[in-house]
C-alpha cells in the first residue's frame, strides 16, 4: 500500500514554470513505477509521464515532450514533475499514480493522489 499526496501547483503565466511534487507513505515507494495523468475541465483524465521503479526509464505524452521532466528521490520517497514553458493547454488537475506492475500510458495504476491545480494564464 501506498498514499500519494501531490503539492506545488498554482498559477503561473505562460511560458513559466512549476515543480510538482509527489510525496508517498511506506517503505516500498521504491518498488512502484510512478506517473503523472491531468484532467482538464470537460476531458479525460491523459497520461503525462511515467518513470520506472529505479528511475533509468521515463515515457512522456508528445504534447509535453521536451518542456516536461519527470523524476524520483527513492531516499525521499517523492517523485517530481519539472514543467517548463507552460502553456494555457497545461491547465489541468494533475494526478500521481503507482503501479508495482504497470508503467506507462496505458498502465493500470492501482494508487493515485487527490490532485493539485495547475492554471496557466495566456
Known amino acids: 500500500q501506498v498514499q500519494l499526496v501531490e503539492s506545488g501547483g498554482g498559477l503561473v503565466q505562460a511560458g513559466g514554470s512549476l515543480r510538482l511534487s509527489c510525496a508517498a507513505s511506506?517503505?516500498?515507494?521504491?518498488?512502484?513505477?510512478m506517473a503523472w495523468f491531468r484532467q482538464a475541465p470537460g476531458k479525460e483524465r491523459a497520461f503525462v509521464a511515467a518513470i520506472t521503479w529505479g528511475g533509468p526509464s521515463t515515457w512522456y505524452a508528445d504534447s509535453v515532450k521536451g518542456r516536461f521532466t519527470i523524476s524520483r528521490d527513492n531516499v525521499k520517497n517523492t517523485v517530481y514533475l519539472q514543467m517548463n514553458n507552460l502553456k494555457p493547454e497545461d491547465t489541468a488537475v494533475y494526478y500521481c499514480a503507482a503501479s508495482l506492475r504497470d508503467w506507462g500510458p496505458s498502465g493500470k495504476y492501482g494508487f493515485w493522489g487527490q490532485g493539485t491545480q495547475v492554471t496557466v494564464s495566456s
Open positions: 511506506g517503505r516500498t515507494f521504491s518498488s512502484y513505477n
